[in-house]
């Protein structure tokens, strides 16, 4: 497809377990990003790559969250000895080059339940 | 840091009732400033960006203002499929790069 695509698109797991969350941004996109968004709320940024820069990590909330951009395209957000309260959507988006306008395309998000 | 409130948290309308959102923020240097609608249970899906104060963007029944301290939305004639969650986000800095902030939305519901 044409879109960004997240797996899966929903995951149930025990605490303590870890998960891997897998975005394919639009081809030819530079930028990619993770956001979180609990329920009711707004998106929560975790993590952003732009081509080949080291990525802003600023908004990963522990270091049970970690993230990787294979190759300038896939990226994993992977979540370490899970709790409860990282129980949320998690959506990934991606972005033109730089210079082109500044819209977020966004996938359609991995629900992860943490029991 | 940058920041972005959107008001009312929830809206009710009859179908045809016009009205507003609003999204007020707070920011340094502002690269630009977007809509988004997010249907349940989909990812956002993007609207409009603004750039800078007085620009106006107009799509359909929606248009989306801009002053140097807040955004509105204005639905014109609502439709029951108008109803969704629509969120505000702002980018700052010197170039097209890097996070964008977002408000913890609107949510519209159109009767018919």
């Not at chain 1, 899970?82 to 991995?110: H, I, K």
């Not at chain 2, 809509?35 to 990812?43: E, F, M, T």
């Amino acid at each position: 497809g044409a879109g960004v695509s997240q797996s899966p698109s929903n995951k149930v797991t025990e605490k303590g377990k870890d998960v891997e969350l897998r975005c394919d941004p639009i081809s030819g996109h530079t930028a990619l990003y993770w956001y979180r968004q609990s329920l009711g709320q707004g998106l929560e940024f975790l993590i952003y790559f732009q081509g080949n820069s080291a990525p802003d990590k600023s908004g990963l909330p522990s270091d049970r969250f970690s993230a990787e951009r294979t190759g300038g395209s896939v990226s994993t957000l992977t979540i370490q000895r899970t709790q409860q309260e990282d129980s949320a959507v998690y959506l990934c988006a991606s972005r033109p080059r730089p210079g082109a306008n500044g819209e977020l395309f966004f996938g359609e998000g991995s629900r992860l339940t943490v029991l | 840091e940058d920041q972005v409130t959107q008001s009312p948290e929830a809206l009710r309308l009859q179908e045809g009732e016009s009205s507003s959102l609003n999204c007020s923020y707070t920011v340094s240097g502002l690269r630009g400033l977007f809509w988004y609608r997010q249907d349940p249970g989909k990812g956002p899906e993007f609207l409009f960006t603004l750039y800078s104060a007085g620009e106006e963007k107009e799509k359909e029944r929606l248009k989306a203002t801009l002053t140097k301290k807040e955004s509105f939305l204005h639905i014109t004639a609502p439709k029951p499929e108008d109803s969704a969650t629509y969120l505000c986000a702002v980018q700052a800095g010197k170039t097209n790069a890097g996070k964008s902030t977002f408000g913890d939305g609107t949510t519209l519901t159109v009767k018919p």
